[in-house]
């Protein structure tokens, strides 16, 4: 990666083995943006689902101005099918404040994003797609980490 590889929010990507999990936070949601503007229209439909999936109606209302509402009402509670006329209005922003929210609400949601990456080779083609799965990964095992060793005391 080189040093002039920025994310919006204005700073370099460093490496996965040299963030905290507060950063990782930060920096993931632009990383998964930065995958979805590349990734073909159907691939973009199934990075959304699983984010989607864990938030409510009313979340999704207050998420990038209301802009995943209407799937989720066209879906219904059961069956979350993004299709690709839904995602017409869907830009790397409003991936970004989707992640974020989701995050919030289930961890676990965005880091099984990284199995979708892994197992889709449009997706994981790229090099900013191979930083977000190590960025992934290592949450994940940090993650459970903490909550092994919670659990020994």
Same mark, same amino acid.
């Given at each position: 990666?080189?040093?002039?590889?920025?994310?919006?929010?204005?700073?370099?990507?460093?490496?996965?083995?040299?963030?905290?999990?507060?950063?990782?936070?930060?920096?993931?949601?632009?990383?998964?943006?930065? %995958?979805?503007?590349?990734?073909?229209?159907?691939?973009?439909?199934?990075?959304?689902?699983?984010? =989607?999936?864990? $938030?409510?109606?009313?979340?999704?209302?207050? *998420?990038?101005?209301?802009?995943?509402?209407?799937?989720?009402?066209?879906?219904?509670?059961?069956?979350?099918? %993004?299709?690709?006329?839904?995602?017409?209005?869907?830009?790397? %922003?409003?991936?970004?404040?989707? *992640?974020?929210?989701?995050?919030?609400?289930?961890?676990?949601?965005?880091?099984? $994003?990284?199995?979708?990456?892994?197992?889709?080779?449009?997706?994981?083609?790229?090099?900013?797609?191979? $930083? =977000? %799965?190590?960025?992934?990964?290592?949450?994940?095992?940090?993650?459970?980490?903490?909550?092994?060793?919670?659990?020994?005391?």
């Amino acid at each position: 990666m080189h040093e002039d590889d920025q994310v919006s929010r204005g700073g370099a990507i460093p490496g996965a083995d040299e963030l905290s999990a507060s950063a990782l936070d930060v920096q993931i949601p632009e990383l998964l943006a930065q %995958v979805y503007e590349a990734a073909p229209t159907v691939e973009r439909c199934h990075l959304l689902e699983p984010l =989607l999936q864990p $938030l409510g109606l009313l979340s999704l209302a207050a *998420v990038a101005g209301g802009v995943f509402t209407n799937i989720r009402l066209r879906c219904g509670w059961h069956q979350l099918d %993004v299709r690709p006329d839904d995602i017409q209005n869907v830009h790397a %922003v409003d991936v970004v404040a989707l *992640v974020d929210y989701a995050q919030q609400v289930s961890v676990e949601a965005v880091d099984g $994003l990284a199995q979708l990456l892994l197992s889709t080779p449009l997706l994981s083609a790229s090099a900013t797609a191979a $930083l =977000l %799965v190590a960025m992934l990964l290592r949450r994940a095992r940090s993650r459970q980490s903490a909550n092994a060793g919670a659990q020994e005391i």
